[in-house]
């Protein structure tokens, strides 16, 4: 079959004279990506998922501490993932209560990997100024949480949003005789926070897991990954969505494993504790839930199945 | 804990000056959808899988003709679907080849759901004008892949293209004996393919599956959902993707569940054969796939299971 040919035969007159006026009759690729940006809402709440990027974290034998490197192959192979590399989605979310722009966490700023930082690009694609958030709530201090506070040249990147984050992750993390007894890289994630925050310190509220960080914005502790991480449950007349922020990293691995303790948690046994106690209730009561790390728009359902969960994500909505 | 008032002692001293000049401190809402577009690439080809949004499909304990209809309610439920609608997403691919702009399918044209019908609108914010188009090859004439082609006043959404179809729907669907025996409402969707197709009969080119509709466009047969049905395969460079076009609706029934035979299926028992034909070798090969009513962007990998199917979404990607 002529291809070339038939299409000529077949070609439609308005088609032929589209080109015989000059007119290029390619159209250029467009080059860049798509926003990362997914709208949605809870009761008159409106929520915009804000992708940052995705980080392959590099990861060995030692990555998962109590199972054997073998399942945890086994668990990367079913999620099409390779064997040292997981894959680190990052999703914010930007909460209009409709008095106030609230931002839990801010992604990486650019500073975590070279596939991450597309958040301002994307806050733009959303028609968000950085200027007209108003708060930021922080769920805990690794540094793809909290290093999109400031750019690379320690500048604010929402220079009129109060910061808010939990008073354990302070106490923790500022505390100058945990930074010396860490080992050497948990040092850096100390250092990190320093650049973060020691000049803008006064700026910085804390607050105690269990209150409101703005009106219809509950915060609820998840401590294990790190001693203040932080769950935020959002609430707009009878709906809820609940952020769990790091309570799993990739659902493919964390939630369907929930037993697992990751390198990167402080507390491994604490989180997995906090972990099947927050899936427990999402799952029971069939809560709306996001996952910083779950793949982008990242919110969905979880499922409780034979041997852990299962992140269902919700169908994307065409409309609001 | 006041958090108001803690909230004005701990606000930034560019924070009240932002409030202090009279701006207003709310920002209203975007109060719309974000767009359901997303671009990746196949070697040098540029794809952009566009949203036309969602129909939930009211089936009944007939849905599946050969599994009881409890073993269907358990499989809703572990998509967190409801037990009366099916969720048929809908995603059309625009492939630019660099040479030719190839839409694979049309979307509902809005005739289909309130729900459905966004795929102009986010034509528009991939920078896509309909005009542009220059070929739209057909999978099959169901209404939801064919309504598309024009808007409802029958006026060509897409005036340019050349316009392909499987030369065994046409032969199929075309045939007034076959209209004439048909149950009252399939009879709806001969009527409907008239409307669409009568008035532009000549300009339409029919092809046999196993041709390419265009450089590195292949099609496949792909029958049993309709005698006609095909699938794509797109090439460039040492990449591929299969576009699975109705193969399997969406993959939390249907990939899971292979065997089921749904009523839509012209031969529920080919239609079987053909989706374990094409997912063993999707899934043994490792290809990238993407299925028109796959949950959007619809695009990732099939993992053969003990039961079934799993179907692995791509990670979204920040750039391309």
Redesign the interface.
């Known amino acids: ?1 002529d ?1 070339t040919r ?2 000529m035969l ?3 007159a ?2 032929f004279a ?1 080109r015989a006026d000059g007119a290029a ?3 250029p ?11 949605y809402k809870i009761g008159s709440f ?1 929520l ?1 998922a804000i ?4 980080w392959y974290r590099p990861i060995n034998d030692q990555f998962i501490r109590n199972a054997p490197f073998s399942e945890v192959e086994h668990a990367l192979d ?3 993932m390779p064997h040292d590399r997981l ?1 680190t ?1 990052f999703t914010t979310l930007i909460v ?1 209560t ?4 609230v931002l839990l966490d801010t992604g990486t700023g650019g500073q975590i990997a070279p ?2 930082g ?1 958040l301002r690009a994307n806050l733009a694609a ?3 100024d950085p ?2 958030v ?2 930021i709530v922080i769920s805990h201090f690794h540094p793809d949480h909290i290093n999109g506070i400031k750019d690379k040249d320690n500048a604010l990147i929402f ?4 910061l808010m984050v939990p008073a354990a992750e302070w106490a923790f993390w500022m505390d100058d005789g945990n930074m010396n007894a860490a080992a050497a890289d948990l040092k850096l994630t100390f250092r990190n926070q320093r650049r973060i925050f020691t000049d803008i310190a006064k ?3 804390q ?2 897991p269990g ?5 219809g914005v509950e915060t609820l502790p998840a401590p294990g990954h790190t001693p203040g991480h932080t769950v935020f449950a959002v609430h707009s007349g009878d709906q809820s969505l609940l952020v769990l922020s790091d309570t799993a990293q990739h659902p ?1 691995v964390f939630a369907r494993h929930p037993d697992w303790q990751a390198a990167f948690d402080i507390d491994g046994a604490e989180a997995v504790k906090t972990r099947k106690k927050i899936f427990d209730r999402a799952a029971a009561d ?1 809560m709306l839930v996001t996952g910083y790390h779950f ?2 728009p990242a919110c ?2 979880l ?1 409780k199945t034979a041997t852990g969960y ?1 992140h ?2 919700i ?6």
């Open positions: 079959m291809l038939r299409t077949a070609g439609t308005a088609a589209a009759a390619e159209t690729p467009a080059g860049t990506a798509s926003p990362g940006i997914y709208r409106e915009t992708y940052d990027g995705i079913a999620a099409y894959a989605p209009n409709g008095k106030q722009l596939s991450a597309v959303a028609g968000i200027k007209a108003d708060r220079p009129n949003a109060e700026q910085v509220t607050f105690e209150k409101e960080v703005a009106p493919a069939r793949p982008f969905g359902h499922l299962e269902v994500p169908e994307w909505q065409p409309s609001l």
